[in-house]
């Protein structure tokens, strides 16, 4: 099975940027779509941004777009989630989650393999 473990969460200011990674074990990691969903206390869990196996097609939800870039690196086994000019709203733990195919959706249903979440914190 795909083990998922996210890093590089923290404090940032308003306007701020950070890099998440999710490493991804297992030998099947080429064959998974792979999105990062996000969840505030209080909130249900929001799709953020999923990229296809081979890293030719990429998805955001509209409040991202144009500030998150999803991408991948295959060979290392690696998920990133480019973040920039951030948000107080952004603030949230955020997960990197594994479909069990090679296409995405914006469900969390679709998805087999999470990580335990890293947290984002902007303040304002």
């Known amino acids: 099975q795909v083990q998922l473990v996210e890093s590089g969460g923290g404090l940032v200011q308003t306007g701020g940027s950070l890099r998440l990674s999710c490493a991804a074990s297992?030998?099947?990691?080429?064959?998974?779509?792979m999105a990062w969903f996000r969840q505030a206390p209080g909130k249900e869990r929001e799709f953020v941004a999923a990229i296809t196996a081979s890293g030719s097609s990429t998805d955001y939800t509209d409040s991202v777009k144009g500030r998150f870039t999803i991408s991948r690196d295959n060979a290392k086994n690696t998920v990133y989630l480019q973040m920039n000019s951030l948000k107080p709203e952004d603030t949230a733990l955020y997960y990197c989650a594994a479909a069990s195919t090679g296409w995405v959706t914006q469900g969390q249903y679709s998805y087999s393999y999470w990580g335990q979440g890293t947290q984002v914190t902007v303040s304002s």
């Open positions: 297992g030998r099947l990691f080429s064959r998974n779509g």
